[in-house]
């Protein structure tokens, strides 16, 4: 893999610029609430700048190099170099990350999780940020383990501090579950960094060395990474944590959650397993396939059983992170393609619902289904945009969520690299059934809350329907206690609605950046691949 | 471009743009405009249909050029779109290549998803179709859904439904197509669900989104069948993806396709179409959609969404045709699933007493009838079918509209709120009777020319069981239109349909304030503060009671819909609007009825007048000039040039022998080596009639030679033939009406109640009112059981198996804890180190004496000590 | 000897020493005692420098002279601050140290 290394401070400095935001929130004292959140809106709102300088000056004619290339010495006693670099397929998620921390903190000015404290909230984020950005730009396998270890840590507090009523349960499983995928992982690492020589930790050198290793080696190391990702993404039967997590976690750490720490483990998969580990990975793709499929269509049932939204919408990563996993697993440019522009996709979509639900339960305090309804006859714009991220992710073409979804099915009918077709056509039909269920669960979930009349407790005393009759725009009514969306909501959400349309109508967009890099990786696998 | 292609051909694409934009505008700014939204609606519809009858018209120039002179085979590439393929015939009966541009969206693998145009006779014939349905439709709505709370909203959604029909329509390849599909999913469930604020529309609206995703999943694994079974073919032949229609087409005809992978991926598709085109056994949606407002069940019903499952039929007709054998074998997939869908649609609009309903299941039945002739190989009388529909089932619904409009207080229950109605009613029933003996197939109304084209093709085509059902299927047809006809407009006046008489009896007693009995339509103004006058709501409630007085009705305040059937959502769907919508019905509301206002009649007379004379585009009865369809619409199955077809095909050249002749003549392969001895009758019958050398669809095309379309064949007309089913339509009519009027107004002793006493139609009856059970089956079991039993088993699996083991092991772990820290590490460790702990405790009491804490004692004892030693050393020393 | 002269001497006042360190009550009494003792030995020390002809005794004299400076030093404080808090220096009553 070529490397280009014009302009390399770039990387470090659109990853620990949120540090520089840290330092100064600790020695502003602790009663100045608005002014954290304004430091830490300035510090992700200047992250994300750089990280769009850097966008500018990414290459996208050679989207298959990685560019801003850095490679220092770092910890030289076991090898490990400090190494980050940006190509194709992780520039869209390191600006993802950037733009919903950005668009989190902002939404925090308003939307203060109850246990407040926005100094201790903000330097978290700010931390995690650090974290999740690191893991898409860092190119040594150390350092990339320390970064995505590092984002464990806020956010295991986000949720202990400032979570629901269950939180001190849902942090720690979340915790432990996800360092006991991370103490595999660390093993494999270990293994393949002694396997190949005890050379370096560098990406590079191990897509040198990649499939020289033995088989049946191969295949465990995988092992090892595969739980690690696969607790991450999360995949059936590793995504207990993810339903609790994302219930008592605030709107805040939902968002991040589901918008871009799921993608950590798929990216890992695209980035690390896949590429080292050729024949392990066509070993496992099978494996990988039908616990995907098996995720989607558990993950909808899921959902139909769920009574609060928000664990409904936890629910559906898990189905929709099995559309990604499937287009991983097909080893193909398509199947590949598609999980990224999925992971994308899924991030705004996702982060969107968890928004809203966030913003109805700051107004309603209960997320219980039965409870909720009428929204659009309360809070008209909340329900539209709940029902237009309903239809995004459902899979509706014209929106982001269909490209991410129908090349995934589509890619299976042709798993790449001598895979079971007839297999994967079985799976590309459960995938497909997997639709109707996400259509069933979306759709069911927003006739409960948006369609008919509001519920009892929460009607509004002047806003019955005799006198909605008369009103030609029922949008402006003046609500006293349900307010519909608000100016930071606005500024908050728009730029995720405009992106998922924008995704939706030209998926070029980011199908041109992650192409070539996708396409670089599968010739890769293709020639290191033993018979 | 020398005439073959212009301006509007080549701008085609923009058609669905327009009303795409017009869609977001209303969106943004709707609300602040004048007529709030829908001034852009309509204007977006009338000059969507501008550019369709643009392009309409230069097609017909361009197969008349390519019919009629000799150019030489020319192209033009439009710069700055892609690629882009427009061609000119040569001479003769060639295929005319259909304008193509395409414009990359992404790309992977070597894989392009495209937005583009295939402009050729059916898309044509689709636009203009679409376009005006939906202008008409649209004009009509600006009164009939007038004050509406959610009016904006209204016509935002039903233009983006006609863009989605127009994307579809003109699609270039399956993802457009896909794309079409779904936004047409999305709008439906937005129109059918339009008055939410009421449970049974949105379950309604939730049915049909989700039934039609059912037959979707077909849809997604069929594009991709085909895509990979097709692509090496086109990317090497064509330098298309294998998503380009044509692409599909010409692979499906060239003899090199799998043809596991054809019935597959057309199976698969023939899946979705069933979803999509209410055919058996995923119909059940169609009627229940009825719960959206009229406008929009009549959009649904006539140009667009469920006519998208036979157009994608049509469409990629070369597929079906390889994959089912069409022209081999009597039977297959397609003509069993249509037949069924045109006799048990059909029987169940007999046991139906909502007007739309009766309607609903006749579309559902006529669905049936295209379905069976693309099965059955008369392409051409499907598609001319999908044609003369649209309008008198536009018109029919847009009547059944005007009625519950002005005539029966939003009702649509025949049997309650109508009857006699034609009287007063006069333009709005004439509309419905043309209609209606258009759709029954009376001669010489539009629907005779395609729905008897069909039957005989059918037949012709060697499928005889399926022409003696389509037979029957017009002879139900006729017999529930009239019941239907009857029941609305004739014989006694019934509960809302009755108040005029009852208003006029009680005379002045009703002087109501604000009642002006003088109001006709053109003063229908809105008077928003009127509010609704809930009373007359309850009119309707007084089922059947012919001639009660409304007074004594009054005095029940409050919405009525609450006191509706719930199991009816439909009725529900439009008495809910009656409340929300009431204002803007003003004073006339309270009258009797009476006839609708012009913007209701305006588009209703449009339609009546396309119903009676739509048919003569294609009247084969009176030879082959009248043939327009034919000519322009069906494409001639050609082989062109491969070579010149390669990259970018257009011109194809042709044997010009006997060309001219081939497009009004038959253009099936009279190759006996080519049919197998039992293939149908086209060989036998058309031995008599000129032949050409076109193999399409029948053998592969030869080396260097492509076909897009198959060979289809036609049957000759024959007026014996037609006087068959005349007389079988003519026997239902009339039978009909007779039991219709023994039944509903002589009250005939041995008819009446006859369900209630004769055991075999008790059971009759009540299966076709339950409707096959197949909702039962549906929503009771399938839904029921997936969404509480398996979705609350897989959560109960989630929450104890699975998240049991991970909270098992935590608690394992917690408990081994425990008992290694009680067990090994308190007592075996902890005892180690107690044990030591204690000697020295021991020890040290022992000795605690020793340590008074006096100085001196110390002192005392260090120097006894001392001295002790000083004695050993001494004794020892010495 | 001359140097047995002051064996003699030392030996002497090492059994007043003692004797002072474990008759006595008063801690100022046993610290001058304890001074006595190490006098004492100064002497042994002075002696078996005289006797083996080096100033190695010398040497150590000098630094327990030192030491004791500083342990007298403590001991004085010692006594002063156990006579603040009990009135007392009497060392009877001194048994915290009890086990």
């Known amino acids: 893999m070529e490397t280009i290394t014009d302009q390399n401070w770039l990387l470090s400095v659109g990853t620990f610029l949120p540090l520089v935001g840290v330092l100064v929130m600790m020695v502003i004292p602790r009663a100045e609430e608005q002014l954290h959140k304004l430091v830490t809106i300035v510090a992700s709102g200047a992250t994300l700048a750089v990280g769009i300088y850097t966008a500018t000056q990414f290459d996208f004619d050679r989207a298959n190099a990685m560019q801003f ?140 060395v990649a499939g020289t290793l033995d088989r049946d080696v191969q295949v465990w190391i995988f092992a090892g990474f595969f739980v690690g990702f696969a607790v991450k993404v999360p995949m059936f039967p ?247 969306v608000n100016r930071i909501e606005w500024i908050a959400w728009t730029p995720i609605l405009v992106a998922i349309v924008a995704l939706g109508i030209y998926p070029k967009l980011l199908f041109d950046i992650t192409d070539p890099a996708v396409s670089d990786l599968v010739a890769r696998l293709g020639e290191h691949l033993q018979p | 471009m020398l005439g073959a292609t212009g301006w509007f051909l080549d701008n085609a694409w923009l058609i669905p743009i327009i009303p795409g934009v017009a869609f977001a505008l209303i969106i943004l700014i709707g609300k602040r405009l004048p007529m709030q939204g829908s001034e852009l609606g309509v204007a977006s519809m009338a000059a969507s249909l501008v550019l369709s009858v643009g392009a309409a018209y230069q097609w017909i120039q361009r197969v008349d050029d390519a019919g009629g002179h000799s150019e030489a085979g020319t192209l033009g590439l439009i710069a700055g779109f892609g690629r882009s393929l427009t061609a000119a015939q040569e001479e003769g009966a060639a295929y005319v290549q259909p304008v193509i541009r395409s414009w990359t969206w992404w790309e992977s693998g070597g894989a392009s998803f495209g937005y583009g145009q295939h402009i050729d006779g059916l898309a044509v014939m689709m636009l203009f179709l679409v376009a005006f349905i939906s202008l008409l439709v649209q004009i009509y709505s600006l009164e009939y859904v007038r004050g509406d ?146 406008p929009v069940s009549s959009l649904l019903h006539s140009s667009t969404m469920v006519v998208a499952g036979v157009f994608l039929v049509a469409r990629l007709y070369p597929v079906f045709w390889e994959a089912f054998s069409i022209p081999d074998v009597s039977v297959n997939f397609i003509v069993v699933i249509a037949g069924i869908t045109i006799v048990i649609s059909a029987l169940l609009a007999f046991v139906q007493d909502d007007i739309k309903k009766v309607l609903a299941y006749s579309t559902v039945s006529q669905l049936g009838y295209m379905m069976l002739g693309l099965g059955a190989g008369a392409w051409l009388p499907a598609v001319f079918h999908i044609f003369t529909h649209a309008f008198f089932k536009c018109c029919l619904f847009l009547c059944a509209g005007s009625v519950s409009h002005s005539g029966s207080h939003h009702s649509f229950d025949m049997k309650r709120d109508m009857g006699g109605l034609a009287k007063k009613m006069p333009i709005t029933a004439g509309a ?59 014989g006694e006046p019934r509960g809302a349909a009755a108040h005029a008489s009852a208003l006029e009896a009680a005379g002045a007693a009703s002087g109501r304030a604000g009642a002006s009995p003088q109001n006709d339509a053109s003063g229908h103004v809105p008077s928003p503060g009127g509010a609704a006058d809930p009373a007359l709501e309850e009119g309707r409630a007084s089922a059947g009671q012919v001639g009660v007085s409304p007074l004594e009705d009054r005095g029940v305040g409050g919405l009525s819909s609450e006191e509706d059937d719930p199991a009816d959502p439909a009725l529900h769907g439009e008495l809910a609007t009656a409340g929300l919508a009431h204002a803007d019905h003003g004073d006339a509301e309270h009258h009797g009825p009476h006839e609708s206002p012009k913007l209701i009649l305006i588009p209703v007379c449009i339609l009546a007048f396309f119903a009676l004379t739509a048919g003569f585009t294609n009247a084969v009865a009176f030879g082959e000039d009248w043939e327009q369809f034919k000519e322009y619409v069906e494409p001639i199955a050609e082989a062109s040039d491969l070579e010149a077809a390669g990259a970018a095909p257009r011109a194809s050249d042709l044997e010009a022998a006997g060309a001219a002749s081939v497009r009004s003549g038959s253009s099936i392969l009279n190759d006996a080596s080519s049919h197998s001895v039992s293939s149908p009758a086209p060989v036998q019958e058309e031995g008599g009639e000129e032949e050409h050398a076109s193999g399409c669809g029948y053998t592969a095309p030869e080396e260097g030679g492509i076909c897009f379309f198959p060979a289809v064949s036609h049957a000759e007309f024959e007026w014996s033939k037609a006087a068959l089913s005349l007389i079988v339509v003519g ?43 197949l909702d039962h089956l549906y929503e009771q079991r399938i839904i029921r059981s997936i969404a509480h039993p398996i979705a609350r088993g897989a959560n109960w699996v989630n929450q104890n198996v699975i998240d049991g ?20 590490d308190q007592r075996v460790v902890d005892g180690a180190v107690n044990a030591s702990g204690a000697a020295a405790g021991g020890t040290g009491h022992a000795l605690q004496p020793v340590q008074s804490g006096k100085v001196n004692q110390y002192g005392a004892l260090l120097f006894g000590a001392a001295a002790v030693f000083a004695i050993v050393l001494v004794i020892v020393n010495v | 000897m001359f140097a047995v002269n002051f064996f003699l001497l030392a030996a002497v006042l090492f059994c007043i020493g003692v004797y002072g360190v474990i008759a006595r009550r008063n801690a100022v009494l046993v610290l001058m005692s304890v001074e006595l003792i190490l006098n004492s030995v100064n002497l042994n020390l002075l002696g078996f420098s005289l006797i083996n002809g080096n100033i190695d005794g010398h040497v150590f004299a000098l630094y327990i002279i030192a030491v004791a400076a500083a342990e007298v030093g403590v001991g004085l404080a010692m006594v002063m601050l156990v006579y603040r808090n009990r009135r007392s220096i009497a060392l009877d009553d001194l048994s915290e140290m009890k086990g």
């Not at chain 1, 269509?297 to 990563?317: N, P, V």
């Not at chain 1, 079971?420 to 669960?441: K, P, Q, W």
């Not at chain 2, 991926?265 to 899946?271: E, N, P, Q, R, W």
Request: with cysteine.
């Open chain 1, 238 to 484: 590793f995504h207990t944590w993810l339903p609790d997590a994302h219930t008592e976690a605030p709107t805040q750490g939902s968002v991040i959650l589901a918008a871009i720490m799921l993608k950590l483990g798929t990216y890992g998969f695209v980035r690390i397993a896949i590429p080292f580990l050729p024949n392990g990975a066509r070993e496992w793709a099978p494996v990988i396939g039908i616990l995907a499929v098996i995720g989607i269509i558990y993950g909808a049932l899921g959902c139909l059983a769920q009574t609060d939204m928000k664990r409904l919408i936890a629910f559906s990563s898990v189905a929709h992170m099995g559309f990604t996993m499937l287009g991983i697993s097909t080893l193909t440019e398509f199947g590949i393609n598609a999980a990224i522009f999925g992971m994308v996709a899924h991030g705004l979509i996702t982060g969107m619902l968890f928004f809203v639900a966030g913003s109805v339960k700051h107004r309603y305090h209960t997320l219980e289904i039965s409870r909720l309804g009428g929204l659009l006859v309360s809070m008209p714009r909340l329900g539209w945009i709940l029902g237009f991220c309903a239809m995004a992710s459902l899979g509706l073409p014209g929106l982001a969520g269909f490209w991410g979804e129908f090349p995934a099915i589509l890619s299976a009918y042709q798993p790449g690299f001598g895979l079971s077709e007839e297999l994967y056509r079985v799976l590309m039909v459960i995938a497909a059934v997997g639709t109707v269920f996400a259509a069933g669960y979306l759709l069911w979930l927003y006739q409960r809350t948006a369609f008919g009349e509001p519920k009892a407790e929460f009607a509004q005393p002047v806003h019955s329907v005799s006198a909605a009759v008369n009103q030609e725009h029922d949008d402006d009514d003046h609500h006293v206690e349900l307010h519909d």
């Open chain 2, 731 to 773: 026997i239902g009519l009339v039978g009909s009406w007779f039991v219709c009027v023994a039944l509903y107004s002589k009250r005939s002793r041995s008819l009446v109640g006859l369900t209630q006493r004769l055991a075999p139609a008790r059971w009759g009856y009540n299966f076709l009112w339950n409707k096959y059970y």
């Open chain 2, 805 to 824: 083991v991970v909270n098992g092991l935590g608690i394992g772990g917690r408990k081994t804890g425990g008992w290694v820290y009680r067990n090994i």
């Open chain 1, 69 to 208: 290339y850095v490679n220092e010495e770092w910890i030289e006693v076991i090898r490990s170099n400090y190494a980050l670099g940006l190509d194709g397929i992780s520039m869209p998620l390191y600006l993802l990350s950037m733009v919903i921390t950005f668009l989190v903190a902002i939404y925090t000015w308003d939307n203060m999780p109850e246990a407040g404290n926005p100094k201790a909230f903000g330097i978290l984020m700010l931390v995690l940020q650090v974290g999740l950005a690191g893991t898409f730009v860092a190119q040594d396998l150390v350092l990339f383990f320390v970064f995505f270890e590092v984002v464990l840590l806020p956010m295991y507090f986000m949720i202990g501090v400032w979570g629901g009523a269950q939180r001190q349960y849902a942090s720690l499983k979340f915790f432990l579950y996800t360092m006991f995928g991370s103490a595999l992982m660390l093993v494999s690492i270990l293994a393949l960094f002694f396997q190949t020589g005890g050379e370096s930790f560098g990406f590079l050198h191990f897509l040198d």
């Open chain 2, 432 to 490: 419905w009777i043309v209609a209606t003996l258009a759709l029954a197939g009376v001669f010489p109304l539009s629907g005779f020319f395609s729905k008897d084209e069909i039957i005989d093709n059918v037949g012709h085509n060697g499928y005889e069981v399926f022409m003696y059902i389509a037979l029957f299927g017009a002879f139900l047809t006729a017999g529930y239109m009239t019941r239907a006809t009857y029941l609305t407009f004739f």
């Open chain 2, 149 to 294: 709370r959610r009016y904006t909203h209204f016509f935002a959604a039903i233009t983006l439904f006609s863009a989605g029909m127009l994307v579809m329509v003109l699609g270039e390849n399956m993802i457009q197509v896909i794309l079409g599909w779904e936004i047409m999913g999305l709008c439906s469930f937005l129109l059918i669900g339009h008055w939410w604020e009421d449970e049974a529309n949105s379950t309604a609206a939730l049915k049909a989104f989700l039934t039609v995703r059912v037959g979707d999943i077909g849809l997604l694994v069929g594009t991709s069948v085909l895509f990979f079974g097709a692509n090496d073919w086109t990317q090497e032949n064509l330098g298309t993806s294998g998503f380009s229609i044509q692409g599909l087409s010409a692979w499906a005809l060239s003899g090199e396709a799998s043809e596991t992978v054809l019935l597959w991926g057309a199976v698969a598709l023939f899946i979705a179409c069933i979803g999509k085109s209410g055919q058996f056994p995923l119909h059940t949606w169609l009627p229940d959609a009825m719960a959206g407002p009229t």
